[in-house]
């Protein structure tokens, strides 16, 4: 009888093994699915094109009504987003027959309060002199939205994070003028967050240094496409 039950304990290596399963779950108890990069990548672009041709002086001339109905569009713009990713992330779950984890919903909630952060600022800036940098703002708030994320997903996500924090405090620093900037969160929305979908998933198979090297490579393509279109533009 305690032979048969010694026999069908686990060994202490197979235990081991459990338990460095169990905390590489816990650590990265939260994972993206693609078309949440692409989704708010080119929800995020179409919004900032559409906003600009849509609401001029011309057809808003008092300036108030200017400022809240385009901070009312940005707004629903997000929603729409929030609601559309929602709704996909946990089709996606239930075909793999997967849960919407609890961490998950908590850093969600969190992204939400960024979100209206964001959305907060672009109001406040038609009414103050900072509105200047209402891009470099959004930049560095998408950049604390994937930092977040990195600390309980892919740990790119978090580099991709601070990279992007980094690359706005250098636009301040090298006093880039406002259209710059509008072309580098463009390019950050438009490049950056949707080739992360293509990019997130193989480099977890790759070595650190390959991750660096993909990484200053996405940070350069940003860069230089939001140059190139702010040049040529």
Known sequence: MDDTDSRSLPSPEEQLAAIRAMLSSGHRAIRLEPHTFWLWGIATTACILGERGV?????????????????????????????????????????????????????GKCTLLLGGLGVA???????????????????????????????????????????????????????????????????????????????LRPLGRWGIAARLACLSGWVAAISITAYVAFRTL
Do not use: N
């Open 55 to 107: 609401f001029t002086p011309s057809r808003f001339p008092i300036h108030w009504q200017l400022a809240t109905f385009q901070v009312l569009f940005i707004a629903s713009c997000v929603a729409f987003s929030v609601a559309l990713d929602l709704w996909l992330t946990k089709r996606v779950r239930r075909r793999r027959d997967e849960s919407y984890s609890f961490i998950q919903r908590q850093i």
């Open 121 to 199: 600022v672009v109001f406040a800036g038609w009414y103050r002199s900072w509105y200047t940098i209402v891009f470099v703002f959004w930049i560095v708030d998408i950049g604390l939205v994937l930092f977040i994320h990195g600390l309980f997903s892919e740990q790119f996500l978090g580099w991709a994070g601070l990279s992007l924090i980094a690359l706005a405090i250098s636009a301040v620093a090298m006093d880039i003028p406002f259209e710059g900037t509008r072309h580098l969160l463009l390019a950050t929305c438009g490049l950056g967050l949707p080739s992360l979908g293509f990019l």
